[in-house]
């Protein structure tokens, strides 16, 4: 079955500095791998998605990069703000009637 | 539409007693899932159904727990007996088919086991 790896676990920015989370995947059948932010007490939503026909998406001030040689994904944060202080979780989906698997969570802290 | 509903919101019980927790998916949506978090295990898949049948439920932990789906907008899981281990945050999501689409996830259940 696929494993995604995700890291750092945790990760510390100043405001307006940018962050970086990076993932890994096993399967090369997965095709479609979104991004979920999940702020105290809420629930994961998603924030952003690529497909494994894209090798970057951009978003205002997120992006995500995907190297479907190496297996690995990245979601990149610019001009950080203290609303982005979350846990974000990365994903990989191989589409059909494959279950979605998830990293284990990055939370990251934006500190004024 | 509502998303994602979940009942009840928070639950706290005794060791020993049922638990049985309620999901009612996005309408059209014909994928529903069943998570569970905690802080040492992160977001894990217990079961997940497409079309109201279970697909894949190599993530329920045990015998304990079990979940059904009687139709396209219900879907409930049960712990019986509940044991404290088992005081976590479970999440329902639900997606529009089998197709790699995004999940909305319910607002979610957060359960004490005493």
């Known amino acids: 079955g696929e494993n995604v790896e995700q890291h750092p676990s945790t990760l510390s920015v100043q405001e307006g500095d940018s962050a970086v989370i990076k993932c890994t995947y096993s399967d090369s059948a997965s095709n479609y791998f979104p991004w979920y932010k999940q702020e105290l007490g809420k629930r994961p939503q998603l924030i952003i998605d690529?497909?494994?026909?894209?090798g970057e998406k951009k978003d205002q001030r997120i992006a995500v990069t995907l190297n479907k040689t190496a297996k690995h994904f990245s979601l990149h944060i610019t001009e950080t703000q203290p609303e982005d202080s979350a846990v974000y979780f990365c994903?990989?989906?191989?589409?059909?009637?494959?279950?979605?698997?998830f990293g284990i969570g990055t939370k990251l802290q934006v500190i004024p | 539409d509502a998303g994602v509903i979940q009942s009840p919101r928070h639950e706290v019980t005794e060791m020993g007693q049922e638990v049985t927790l309620r999901c009612k998916p996005i309408s059209g949506h014909n994928s529903l899932f069943w998570y569970r978090q905690t802080m040492m295990r992160g977001l894990e898949l217990l079961i997940y159904?497409?079309?109201?049948?279970?697909?894949?439920d190599s993530g329920m932990p045990e015998d304990r727990f079990s979940a059904k789906m009687p139709n396209a907008s219900f879907s409930t899981l049960k712990i019986q007996p509940s044991e404290p281990r088992d005081s976590a945050v479970y999440f329902c999501a639900s997606r529009s088919g089998p197709g790699a689409n995004e999940q909305f996830f319910g607002p979610g259940t957060r359960l004490t086991v005493l």
């Open positions: 690529i497909r494994s026909n894209v």
């Open positions: 159904f497409n079309n109201n049948v279970p697909i894949d």
């Open positions: 994903a990989a989906d191989s589409g059909g009637y494959q279950k979605v698997t």
